[in-house]
């Protein structure tokens, strides 16, 4: 069964301090990966796709790795304004229209 | 700006009583969804639709209803039969990725309906 499992569930970080959210994953077959991030009372908004192993992107402070079991979301020198609730969810080629969705790691940087 | 605009925002609902949330895109999407979303829980998804005139159960449909009638409209009515309804509530669209593999899902601004 596809299943994805986001950790931490909450991280506070001082603004600047570096660090990372994993999402770890199980599929039959990986058709791509989704990052999400979450603002309260809000929708998701997309922040990437991922699609095969070793595969990386990036935007502004954040940057997105893939390998064939997990992701990960790297934060470098984090602001308060990069708070909210970072969402995983994968896609399998088995489903074509379902998506898995982690729990989310809500993030909180201070100032 | 193309997008999801879902409405009311919040809603309040009595028990026994049916709500709707209405759902409307102009992204020209053909595949729309519903989901739930709980504190600690990941997105449920409740229904599904592919096409107009055709919507599929997804893991919670149970005291939900759907229909696509139209292409840029998904509503979702709560009926009394959904025991737990108080939730925030997201719709979402596929958007095509830059790759014809995966597909990236839009979604709305979110409905929070809580039960009086």
């Known amino acids: 069964e596809d299943q994805v499992t986001q950790s931490p569930e909450a991280l506070r970080l001082q603004e600047g301090e570096s660090s990372s959210l994993n999402c770890s994953y199980t599929v039959s077959g990986l058709r791509g990966l989704f990052w999400y991030r979450q603002d309260p009372g809000k929708g998701p908004e997309f922040l990437f796709t991922l699609y095969s192993a070793g595969e990386e992107k990036e935007k502004e402070r954040l940057k997105a790795t893939l390998t064939k079991k997990e992701s990960f979301l790297h934060i470098t020198a984090p602001k308060p304004e990069d708070s909210a609730t970072y969402l995983c969810?994968?896609?399998?080629?088995?489903?074509?229209?379902?998506?898995?969705f982690g729990t989310g790691t809500r993030l909180k940087v201070l100032a | 700006d193309g997008g999801i605009t879902q409405s009311p925002k919040y809603l309040f609902r009595k028990e026994g009583q049916n709500v709707t949330l209405s759902c409307e895109q102009n992204?020209?999407?053909?595949?729309m969804y519903w989901y739930r979303q709980d504190p600690g829980q990941g997105l449920r998804l409740i229904y599904y639709s592919q096409i107009v005139n055709d919507f599929q159960k997804g893991d919670i449909a149970e005291g939900y209803s759907v229909s696509r009638e139209k292409k840029e409209s998904f509503p979702l009515t709560v009926t009394s039969a959904q025991k737990n309804p108080t939730a925030f509530y997201l719709c979402a669209s596929i958007g095509q990725g830059v790759y014809s593999g995966a597909n990236v899902l839009t979604f709305g601004a979110g409905s929070r309906l809580t039960v009086l």
């Open positions: 992204l020209n999407h053909d595949a």
């Open positions: 969810a994968v896609q399998d080629w088995a489903g074509t229209y379902k998506y898995i």
